[in-house]
C-alpha cells in the first residue's frame, strides 16, 4: 500500500495533517528531535518567551488544542490535587457552555472535557442562549464556563464573549476559551478569559502542538498536569521547538489580504464559468478568510463530485460541510496555482 497524494482544498483539517510547515520550523524540529533537554526547563522557557510574543501574562505548549482542553478542565476541578481529578467525592467539576457550542470537530467536545474529569452542562438551546440560559445552569457544582469561538460552533444567538466572561468572574469561576483555529492572537486574553487555547497547527502553521495563554495562576495549574493526565498527552521537544518557530514567523509574516485572495481565487471562477455557479464567501466564523462557493444543481450532484474528488489517486479534499445543500467550498490557503487548476479539472471531469 502506498500513501496517497492529497491536494488540500479544505482548509487546515487534523484529518489531513494540519498544516503545511515552512522551511524554518522544519529545521528547528530537526534541531529538537537531535538533542536533548531537559523538559521541565523547556515548556517553562518556551512558555515565556511565547508569553512575550502574545503579550500575556503566562503561557504553555501542549500537545494539541484537544489536550489544552482537557488540561484545563482538569485544572479547575483538581486545582492542586493534580492526580485525581477523577475523584468522585469532588462535585464540583460542572463545565457550562452554550448548548449551541457543543460540537464534533473530529471528535464532540465532551470527550476532551470528560477527559479532564468535567461533566457538560449545555445552556440555552441549540440555536439560542442568553445570559440568563447560562446563570440558570451555575450552581454550587460549576467549575468553570467554557466558550467555543469556531466555525463548527452556532454563530447566531449565542452570548457576547465579553460579558460570558463577566458573568463568569460574578460567580467567582474561571471562563476556558477554545480558539483553536482562531487567529485573533490574544484578543479573548485581553477581554478577561483565564485561558484560551489555540491548535498550533492550524492557527500557527506549526507542528501538531496547541498552546494555552492565560493567567498566571491558571498556566502554573494546568503546567502541574503534567504530572497527572498531560503526563499521556505530552508534547516533544521537536513540537516545542517547532512551534515556537512557528509563532517567531507568525508574528513577522503578514497574513494574506483579502484582496490577494480575491486575486488568486479567479482561478476557480474564470474555470468553472458557464458550467457552475461560484462566488467569493468569508469564512462563517468572520475569519479573515476567503473562499470559493460552488452551487451544484442538486445536493446528490454535490455530495457525488465529492466522493468523486476522493476517490482518484490524487485525493482531493474539499470543505462539503454543506453539500446536503448542493454547496461546496475551496479553500485555498494550501493549494499552488497548479493545484486549483487540477481541481478545476477533476470537478469538470465528475460532471
Known amino acids: 500500500m502506498k500513501l496517497s497524494r492529497i491536494i488540500n482544498a479544505s482548509g487546515k483539517m487534523t484529518i489531513l495533517g494540519g ?102 452542562v449545555e445552556a440555552g438551546y441549540a440555536n439560542a442562549c442568553s445570559l440568563d440560559h447560562v446563570e440558570s445552569k451555575i450552581d454550587e457544582n460549576t467549575a468553570a464556563l467554557l466558550f467555543v469561538k469556531s ?62 495563554i492565560g493567567t498566571h495562576d491558571f498556566i502554573t495549574k494546568l503546567r502541574h498536569q503534567s504530572k497527572g493526565i498531560g503526563r499521556v498527552m505530552k508534547v516533544g521537544k521537536e513540537g516545542i521547538l517547532g512551534l515556537v518557530q512557528a509563532l517567531d514567523n507568525h508574528f513577522v509574516h503578514e497574513d494574506v489580504s483579502l484582496d490577494d485572495q480575491k486575486k488568486r481565487l479567479e482561478i476557480f471562477h474564470s474555470g468553472f464559468q458557464g458550467i457552475l455557479k461560484s462566488r467569493n464567501v468569508q469564512d462563517g466564523a468572520g475569519r479573515p478568510i476567503l473562499r470559493c462557493e460552488l452551487t451544484f444543481s442538486s445536493s446528490e450532484e454535490a455530495v457525488r463530485i465529492v466522493n468523486h474528488l476522493k476517490s482518484g489517486d490524487v485525493k482531493i479534499y474539499t470543505r462539503d460541510y454543506r453539500a446536503n445543500e448542493g454547496i461546496i467550498e475551496l479553500d485555498v490557503r494550501d493549494l499552488s496555482d497548479d493545484e486549483m487548476k487540477e481541481i478545476v479539472v477533476a470537478i469538470k471531469e465528475g460532471l
Request: no cysteine.
Open 151 to 212: 466555525h463548527h460552533a452556532v454563530q447566531k444567538g449565542m452570548p457576547d464573549l465579553k460579558e460570558f466572561i463577566e458573568l463568569g468572574h460574578k460567580h467567582g469561576l474561571p471562563v476556558i476559551v477554545d480558539a483553536a483555529a482562531e487567529g485573533d492572537v490574544a484578543y479573548y486574553h485581553h477581554l478577561g478569559a483565564d485561558a484560551v487555547i489555540y491548535s498550533g497547527t492550524k492557527t500557527f502553521e506549526g507542528p501538531t502542538s496547541g498552546v494555552v
Open 19 to 120: 498544516s503545511k510547515v515552512d522551511e524554518s520550523v522544519a529545521e528547528k524540529m530537526v534541531f529538537g528531535a537531535q538533542n536533548l533537554f531537559l523538559m521541565e526547563e523547556l515548556i517553562e522557557v518556551s512558555g515565556k518567551h511565547i508569553a512575550n510574543l502574545f503579550g500575556v501574562e503566562s503561557a504553555s505548549i501542549v500537545a494539541s488544542a484537544s489536550a489544552g482542553i482537557a488540561q484545563a478542565v482538569a485544572s479547575v476541578i483538581s486545582n492542586d490535587h493534580v492526580l485525581d481529578p477523577y475523584n468522585t467525592n469532588n462535585l464540583r467539576r460542572n463545565i457550562v457552555m452554550p448548548k449551541g457550542h457543543n460540537v464534533d470537530y473530529g471528535t464532540t467536545i465532551a470527550i476532551p472535557i470528560q477527559m479532564g474529569g468535567g461533566v457538560v
